[in-house]
């Protein structure tokens, strides 16, 4: 896996060209096949779970020292990308597990990271974020799940909403209020795990798109846990998940890009065939005007996801801004690409026969989760990058 953050951006390295191909062929080989299954029936796709773990792709940017791979952030990209062009569903585990695990990556222990990156990286269990309530979105800081010091344990009560992967995955990071007095500052982040007593979980959300990932409540109810599973020091939990949203903004650009991609590769290949009037419909320019729109587009938006990648690589100081640039761009572009394909297959495309209706519903979801659109612009604006 690739370390380097000196990436060419109109060039892959050759090591990164040989990822992308290793992820492409595996995807379309073993996670393809069952995307439309996994939309239409709303299950957990766990034949790209075992093909992702086989060959060391659930979760590439654990590092070398906690066994896995240590791949940069480009790399981890790419392998999101990359599957969710042929199933976004499958794409979440990769980029939850690095959303999951990256406040213990960034702020956590060295027993901490031992113990669990170590357990990621082999394929123990998969590990989700437990930051959004019922009544705490976008106001993440309005949180209300506490937690109570009580000796050498926390005790954790609350429910947290939108959770990805709840109940499948082994490990949570959850954020919750240790001083209710300081607001932001008096948010702590811990490990719960799934078979911690007094966790449970809410029935799956029935949602527009994403169906085989399942979104479900967390419910923590007298959760006691040791003390040494807090991440980094008391009230610093929400520091660390915004610092974590930085680089994992990225991961839903990359998504966005994979479904964008193939929503467009499905299109271009459908009006070289499609006839009417006589010719192919490609021939027309005002289709060849759509499809040039969306290439031009979407590479864009790949342009300003993998600068994105670079600067969460060397932790630059403009990466907020860059982060949700990336992801409220590649976002926009997937919903209006999707769209637009499925205008290209005409009342085809509206169909469940053709897999350009699943990925954009799939897309929409991506100018929603890890911060709204409307909230990436607010941070933009409050982050401007001087010249």
Request: a negative charge; proline letters at 3%; glycine letters at 8%.
């Amino acid at each position: 896996m690739a370390s380097s953050a000196d990436f060419d951006l109109f060039k892959l390295s050759e090591e990164h060209e040989m990822l992308r191909e290793t992820v492409r062929a595996l995807a379309e080989a073993k996670i393809a096949p069952f995307a439309a299954e996994v939309d239409e029936q709303g299950r957990f796709p766990q034949e790209a779970r075992d093909a992702l773990e086989a060959n060391e792709l659930h979760a590439v940017h654990v590092p070398e020292e906690y066994g896995g791979a240590g791949a940069d952030a480009l790399a981890t990209v790419l392998v999101i990308e990359e599957v969710a062009r042929v199933c976004a569903s499958s794409s979440l585990i990769p980029a939850v597990n690095k959303l999951g695990s990256l406040p213990v990556q960034l702020s956590g222990s060295e027993e901490l990271k031992a113990k669990y990156l170590g357990a990621l990286a082999r394929g123990e269990g998969m590990f989700s974020y437990c930051l959004s309530e019922p009544d705490a979105g976008s106001d993440a800081a309005g949180m209300k799940t506490r937690a109570v010091r009580d000796g050498d344990f926390w005790v954790l009560n609350g429910v947290k909403r939108w959770i990805t992967n709840a109940g499948v995955s082994e490990f949570y990071t959850v954020m919750a209020v240790t001083d209710p007095e300081k607001r932001s500052k008096g948010i702590s982040a811990f490990v719960v795990e799934k078979g911690d007593e007094g966790v449970s979980f809410g029935a799956p959300e029935k949602k527009l798109g994403i169906k085989g990932s399942p979104t479900r409540e967390v419910y923590l109810d007298n959760v006691r846990i040791p003390a040494d599973r807090m991440i980094g020091a008391e009230g610093t939990g929400f520091a660390t998940a915004m610092k974590t949203l930085d680089h994992t903004r990225i991961t839903i650009a990359a998504q966005a890009l994979g479904i964008a991609q193939g929503a467009l590769d499905y299109a271009s290949g459908y009006v070289k065939e499609r006839k009417q009037f006589g010719k192919a419909i490609a021939e027309f320019q005002g289709v060849q005007f759509m499809l040039a729109d969306m290439a031009m587009k979407l590479e864009a938006a790949r342009q300003l996801t993998y600068a994105a990648a670079a600067k969460s690589q060397r932790v630059d100081a403009d990466l907020t801004f860059f982060g949700a640039a990336a992801k409220c761009f590649a976002s926009d572009v997937a919903m209006e690409v999707t769209t637009d394909a499925v205008q290209l297959l005409g009342g085809y495309g509206y169909t469940r026969d053709y897999p350009v209706e699943r990925m954009m519903r799939d897309a929409k979801i991506t100018q929603i989760y890890e911060g709204t659109n409307q909230v990436q612009r607010i941070v933009m604006a409050r982050n401007l990058p001087s010249a």
